[in-house]
């Protein structure tokens, strides 16, 4: 039996991401992201939400472009101060964290050197809904680390070991072992039929 | 040192959902998703992806509603099934995959019984981005199964246990082991300043 818990605005899992930009002057800049999703596979974008008051959401807005970088589970430390810090008071928090940033190929927004897949945007969208604004971005390049690659070129997971953020509970989560395979493990629905 | 894979929509951990939608007549419908997110904080506001193809696209057009339902990992057959199967060949592929819905309380959409979370959304904003649009709602109730409240209101996730979407693996995951307490653990970053 369910009851209501008013207004919690409550999915499990989502992903703990950094969001990269640059500041005035190309000072890289990075803010953690738990709102985001692939928006659309064709073509392909990516959606991320932040906050009006972040510099990030300046920065975006300035260059049209960010960076989603996906940390593994020992980066939890650096990812969480990056939430907790603003670049306002903080304007050196990456250095602190312990990141550093390259230039990204296709977009003005840097990648962060120390997370093993990141994501090039170029900003096409965006929905001003109340104290964030929701960013769309169209997919220029990926990035992943190469250690990570099977032959295949699929990504293994495990290794990857992504960090995952819970609502509620508010902490930090490994993604745990494999229920079944995707696309596949349904079928067995269909048999009646 | 990371390679350029092209254009790849990665994102680790994403859910995988069920968009609950009411069809002609008032006939329940479920649709599985794996790009959601949260997009703002107040008011709040969650955003799914949503092909234009589908049953539940026309749905949330026509009744301006969805509902988000998060299920455990004993529903993965289920999801992957809902996931797979089209309600237009298959119009009845909620009872074939086992689940029941009820009226919402403030949307004209089904909750779906069996997931222990359920989000009731009011269609606010939609971007058409291409293959998919990304449709807007705001949260208008949250329901969470009783059990796993605890005392203070919090949810247990590890009983929760919300199925994860492991792109590029293409498979289901639990959500696995603590790494540590969110909005915290980064202080220790400050220590220098």
């Not at 994501?119 to 220029?140: I, N, P, S």
């Not at 902490?171 to 349904?186: E, F, I, N, Q, T």
């Amino acid at each position: 039996m369910k009851k209501s818990v008013g207004l919690q605005t409550l999915l499990f899992p989502m992903p703990a991401l950094l969001v990269g930009t640059y500041s005035e002057g190309d000072v890289g800049s990075a803010m953690t992201a738990g709102w985001a999703s692939v928006c659309c596979a064709e073509p392909p974008c990516l959606g991320v939400a932040v906050r009006q008051v972040r510099k990030t959401h300046e920065n975006i807005v300035r260059t049209g472009s960010f960076t989603l970088n996906i940390p593994s589970c020992d980066l939890a430390e650096a990812v969480d101060y990056l939430g907790l810090a603003s670049f306002h008071s903080v304007p050196d928090k990456l250095a602190r964290a312990g990141l550093h940033v390259e230039r990204a190929a296709r977009v003005n927004a840097p990648l962060i050197i120390e997370c093993p897949v990141s994501l090039e945007c170029k900003l096409v969208a965006h929905l001003d809904l109340g104290c964030h604004t929701w960013f769309v971005g169209e997919l220029m390049d990926t990035h992943v680390e190469e250690t990570l690659l099977s032959e295949t070129g699929k990504i293994d997971v495990g290794r990857l070991d992504p960090l995952c953020y819970a609502m509620s509970a508010k902490d930090y989560r490994h993604l745990g072992k494999v229920v079944g395979p995707a696309y596949s493990m349904g079928k067995a629905k269909d048999k009646g039929k």
